[in-house]
């Protein structure tokens, strides 16, 4: 704090320096354009990419953002590291997806003296299970089986927009000061998750049914399936997570079920290597796509990269499912 303080006082003393130095009305809107900039940021550790995008358009430049899960690092499979610790101990708010994707963070958090506010992007959320059956309204509670939930919620435009509306919110009780700007921010973005929906609602209107069939690393778009009425043929890891493997028999019953629906194409993820998908892909005499065409199931692009934001990789994985399922 004595840190930020000095800084905002050398700032202000600057700025102050530059008005006496200028006799016009222009060299006063400088002094206070850098009175502004110096002003102190709300920290906030994001889990996820997708969650740090989400936080990133909410809370604009009000907020400066630490990401812990890094593009293309699989959250099924992670571990913090003393600067992740360090990062959310100094936050103020901690932004996590929820439905048990992070299962390291309650103990870093612990481990780190955090004593601000973690915010649970998913409540409200309609939780699926494995196997595409059934819904139920999530209230934010932690509950013993939580872990068979899908938590891949983000790859439904709606989901998306209640996991903002959380992130509003908390955000607007850290800092209340800045409320108005992060409501004027959720308006504008929701507008922005509204057209994607109707975009890809649009895009697949024009792929017939017959040709709607999935195949893919892991189970990772189960909301996007059941949004835009899609087949989920099966995965090459039969789980939510990406710890399972497929046995010998599931295999067979998996190239034996893409010949059947024929099902043109297996997708690959960026985050996952390819080798099962494509060795699946042979024996079943379907095309693999993947490499710059891979799917974002887990995870975002590059940044910088249209598809390093959240509607830039949704709207990337729908023109290649599009794609590949319509040759």
């Known amino acids: 704090m004595k840190n930020r303080k000095s800084l905002l006082s050398i700032a202000v003393v600057a700025a102050g320096a530059v008005v006496l130095a200028g006799c016009g009305s222009g060299d006063e809107a400088e002094a206070g354009a850098a009175q502004a900039s110096a002003a102190p940021k709300l920290a906030v550790v994001a889990t996820t990419p997708e969650v740090a995008d989400f936080v990133r358009a909410i809370g604009g430049d009000a907020v400066s953002v630490t990401q812990i899960i890094k593009p293309n690092v699989d959250p099924h499979d992670f571990e913090p590291t003393p600067a992740d610790i360090k990062a959310i101990a100094e936050a103020k708010v901690v932004v996590k997806n929820g439905v048990g994707l992070e299962e390291w963070l309650d103990r870093t958090v612990e481990a780190s003296g955090f004593q601000g506010e973690v915010v649970d ?62 409501a004027g921010n959720l308006t504008a973005y929701g507008k922005e998750l509204d057209q994607l929906d109707a975009d890809n609602e ?73 080798k099962t998908v494509e060795a699946i892909a042979q024996q079943a005499g379907v095309k693999v796509i993947g490499g710059e065409d891979a799917l974002y199931g887990d995870s975002l692009g590059e940044p910088g990269t249209p598809e390093g934001t959240y509607l830039g990789a949704e709207r990337h994985n729908t023109e290649v499912i599009i794609a590949g399922l319509s040759g």
Do not use: C
């Open 121 to 182: 992007s998913s409540v409200g959320v309609k939780l699926r299970e494995g196997g595409h059956e059934h819904e139920e309204e999530h209230a934010g509670e932690e509950e013993a089986e939580e872990h068979e939930h899908d938590p891949h919620i983000w790859h439904d435009p709606r989901n998306a927009k209640i996991m903002v509306g959380n992130i509003e919110k908390g955000l607007a009780k850290a800092d209340p000061a800045g409320a108005a700007t992060f």
């Open 202 to 274: 649009a895009a697949f209107a024009g792929l017939p049914a017959a040709d709607r069939k999935l195949v893919t690393n892991h189970d990772a778009l189960g909301y996007y399936i059941d949004r835009y009425k899609l087949e989920f043929v099966g995965s090459a890891i039969p789980s939510l997570d990406t710890s399972a493997e497929l046995s010998a028999r599931q295999l067979s019953d998996l190239v034996a079920r893409i010949k059947a629906t024929k099902t043109k194409a297996i997708f690959t993820e960026s985050s996952l290597p390819p």
